[in-house]
């Protein structure tokens, strides 16, 4: 069963590559969507993909690189709306 999630990352998330890094984590597990630089700094993703997919997404960018440091991450269901093909930065 397919799922859209709406994540918020905070923390040293921005400056350091962590979109890249978000959506090399995408292309590994076959995730769809986008990640993209809030005002507030932090950082947001619209995720697709399967449960046990999305599940491992997740935990990548919870730990996420050598230089990022995530100190919130929040994920929730949301309803889908739309066509879903590829990941991009925004």
């Not at 995408?26 to 995730?31: I, T």
């Not at 997404?57 to 050598?66: R, V």
Request: hydrophobic share 35%.
């Amino acid at each position: 069963m397919k799922e859209t999630r709406l994540i918020h990352i905070s923390g040293t998330v921005q400056g350091v590559g962590f979109r890249a890094f978000t959506a090399r984590c995408a292309q590994r597990h076959g995730v769809f969507g986008y990640v993209q630089n809030m005002e507030t700094g932090k950082v947001e993703v619209i995720a697709y993909g399967g449960k046990g997919a999305l599940d491992r997404f997740e935990e990548n960018l919870q730990h996420g690189h050598s230089v990022a440091q995530v100190t919130t991450f929040t994920s929730k269901l949301i309803e889908h709306s739309g066509t879903v093909s590829g990941f991009r930065i925004v």
